[in-house]
């Protein structure tokens, strides 16, 4: 199979090299000729475990290539995979599609022989019906079909969950779109990923309402978790002890700061929108996000509770930045509004982050950055683990104690074992564990 993959941010990347890997002919393409220029010379722009060494040998194999000219290899190709960002719409909360857009009437342009164009991008419902418009507007002679093919890749996990999904949603009623993308997958199916047909719509739908539904789990064992505090019960047990009834699952019911990142903030914001579009309001998932954000902001408070009332004159060491462990990204991270709620409350604040330090000084400009955790926590007043970096998790206990100026430890990750930060002599408070 011959695939042009559009866009190559952290979708389309590791799609385009994933596909490569399986054996087809893969060409990544985007508009900024410096990050095609990076590719090229073999430098990932993102931070993602094993995508180096995957991009790498696939383009040695001579199966994966870049370029900012998607004329060549759309006209080429058996499949278009469109993954161009959509971020939140400035002021409303809506998926911004100029992008998604744009790309489908510059492939339309260019298209030659049959042709399946397909969404990957995260795009609300009835996205592929306007992409078809603007295809058959643009070269109504075309022969092409358009499908939807959302991805359910996590960042930090993208490789190992693009080649080992639970399933691959494929939105199309035609009978040659679906032979070629059942090609296209065919190595994941022998894999055992059972491949879903669906209509476009329902693919459509089916991404937003798995963000949306998994954002809802972690919501809702935040809230337990708050009132496992208050109640003397731990969250922990109470999520094994639900997650154990199949029908729940064990997965997404690790309380802690609030959810962040590219994804689920966007696009649950974005479902509330499609849905009153449509005259539907989706009340559970406006109380996901409300809840959430409330959240967020109420960790630099949380802090400073468990600082005795005032964090005014402190030093606060924050571990972890971004907003999940193995990844660089800071987007919508619950660091950004702690941080700001504790320079806000008086505090001053130094951090560590494995690999997010240079994004996030965009972010958080003025606070103190330090290479290591331990120079991090020196003389520190109390020291907040935001982000599960597994280093984090093996730190030299007694070292840290010795470090801090004042014993406080407040584990937002639920990292530690209250037992253990007891018996060294810790002040500790962690995510809903009211024992
Ligand atoms: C998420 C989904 O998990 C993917 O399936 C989806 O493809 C992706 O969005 C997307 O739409 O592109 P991602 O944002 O990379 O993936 O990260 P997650 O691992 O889902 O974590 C999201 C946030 O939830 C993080 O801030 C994480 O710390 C938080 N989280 C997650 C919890 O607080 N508790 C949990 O139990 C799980």
Not at 17 to 32: E, I, L, R, S, Y
Not at 430 to 435: D, E, I, K, P
Request: charged content about 25%.
């Amino acid at each position: 199979m011959r695939i042009a993959m559009i866009g190559t941010g952290y979708v389309g990347l590791v799609s385009g090299a994933c596909f490569a890997d399986f054996g087809h002919q893969v060409t990544c393409v985007d508009k900024d000729g410096d990050k095609i220029a990076a590719l090229r010379r073999g430098e990932i722009p993102i931070f993602e475990p094993g995508l180096d060494a995957l991009v790498n040998s696939n383009v040695k194999a001579g199966r994966l290539d870049f370029t900012t000219d998607l004329a060549a290899p759309v006209a080429d190709a058996d499949a278009v995979f469109i993954a161009v960002g959509t971020p939140s719409r400035r002021g409303d909360g809506h998926a911004d599609l100029s992008y998604v857009h744009a790309a489908a009437r510059e492939i339309a342009a260019v298209l030659s022989g049959f042709t399946v164009v397909v969404t990957k991008s995260t795009v609300p419902v009835g996205t592929g019906d306007e992409v078809e418009r603007l295809i058959r507007e643009t070269n109504p002679s075309a022969d092409v079909v358009i499908a939807s093919n959302p991805e359910f890749l996590r960042e930090g996990a993208a490789i190992r969950d693009f080649k080992f999904p639970d399933r691959i949603v494929i939105g199309t009623s035609d009978e040659r779109a679906r032979k070629v993308l059942g090609d296209v997958y065919r190595p994941l199916s022998l894999n055992k990923a059972p491949l879903m047909f669906t209509a476009r719509r329902t693919a459509e739908l089916i991404k937003y309402a798995a963000n949306a539904f998994l954002a809802t789990k972690i919501t809702f064992i935040n809230e337990i978790a708050d009132l496992a505090e208050k109640v003397g019960a731990d969250v922990q047990e109470v999520a094994r002890g639900i997650g154990l009834d199949n029908r729940i699952g064990s997965k997404f019911l690790h309380a802690g700061p609030g959810f962040g990142g590219s994804c689920f903030p966007k696009d649950t914001r974005a479902l509330v929108k499609i849905a009153l579009d449509h005259d539907v309001q989706l009340r559970i998932v406006e109380a996901v996000l409300a809840v959430n954000d409330n959240r967020k902001r109420a960790m630099a408070r949380k802090v400073s509770s468990a600082a005795g009332g005032s964090l005014r004159g402190k030093t606060v060491a924050v571990l972890g930045l971004t907003f999940k462990p193995d990844t660089d990204d800071m987007r919508e991270a619950p660091s950004i509004p702690l941080v700001t709620g504790l320079l806000d409350l008086g505090a001053k604040v130094r951090a560590h982050d494995p690999v997010g330090m240079e994004q996030a000084r965009r972010e958080l400009p003025d606070i103190e950055y330090c290479d290591d955790p331990y120079a991090c926590v020196r003389g520190a007043d109390a020291m907040v683990v935001v982000t599960e970096w597994v280093q984090y998790r093996t730190l030299d206990l007694d070292r840290l104690k010795r470090e801090l100026a004042h014993p406080l430890v407040v584990d937002l990750r639920n990292i530690y074992r209250p037992e253990d930060m007891a018996a060294l002599g810790f002040i500790y408070e962690s995510v809903g564990r009211g024992l």
